[in-house]
């Protein structure tokens, strides 16, 4: 669970397997990166259950090793309504995802839940595409987006120490 003075991400799309893991992953490695992993409590997880207990897609898998970051460790869960108790920061990674948190959220805790590219500062479109029927450049344009928005979303973060 949650350590108080830490401040909790959690990243949500909707199987747990290709853009929350990845996102996960990116965020861990540039917050250890920045000396700020101390602070973070980070996670993910899906609005759906099909997945649970499963390493990500060996795509996703494959995508991250490329640029350095390893998701070996992983394994899918669902989403809980108790996480908004848990985590500042709920970050769906498209809008029918975001739909579905702010149904899972009790009142007053709505707020937590977010789109994760409103933390881009490279990319105007504020969904990150769920590369799982495409091929591999849709994997690149995951790391793509979740790279930038990780960057975005540290500067915030550091910002506020």
Known sequence: MKNK???GVLFICMGNICRSPTAEAVFRKMAEEAGLIERI???SAGTHDYHIGSPPDERSMRAARGRGYDMSGLRARQVEAKDFLVFDHVLAMDRNNLAILKRIA?????GRARLFMEFSRDFTDLEVPDPYYGGAQGFETVLDRVESASRGLLAQIAAAR
């Open 5 to 7: 003075e830490k401040i």
């Open 41 to 43: 409590f980070i996670d």
């Open 106 to 110: 009790a009142p007053g805790l709505q």
